[in-house]
Nanobody, 126 residues
């Protein structure tokens, strides 16, 4: 069983920055592909970014590419999301997710992630 706890959300003005953290339980964190998804009010949950367990490669949604950076610290069982140049359309609940299947390629699909955190609210004001 993997437990995920997000932190770092809040209210920020457009153009500002926030850093989200996700702390994970479990002895095999280094073998988990980790991802961030988000869900805005009235919208479906959408993929933001993922970092592969095997080689640390990353994938980003086009909407955040160049502004967001995912990173992980296996020694601390943690994954981070640095969000810069925030826009009002980034407002959403952000979820950390873990894929513990050790698949070779990271997935953009929420159904491939078995473990989820409770979410942290990010609000970007104009």
């Amino acid at each position: 069983q993997v437990q995920l706890v997000e932190s770092g959300g809040g209210l920020v003005q457009a153009g500002g920055s926030l850093r989200l953290s996700c702390a994970a339980s479990g002895r095999s964190f280094s073998r988990y592909t980790m991802a961030w998804f988000r869900q805005a009010p009235g919208k479906e949950r959408e993929f933001v970014t993922t970092v592969n367990w095997l080689d640390g490669s990353t994938v980003y949604a086009d909407s955040v590419k160049g502004r967001f950076t995912i990173s992980r610290n296996n020694a601390k069982n943690a994954v981070y999301l640095q969000m810069d140049s925030l826009k009002p359309e980034d407002t959403a609940v952000y979820y950390c997710a873990a894929d513990a299947s050790a698949r070779y390629s990271a997935s953009r699909y929420s159904s491939d992630y078995a473990y989820w955190g409770q979410g942290t609210q990010v609000t970007v004001s104009t």
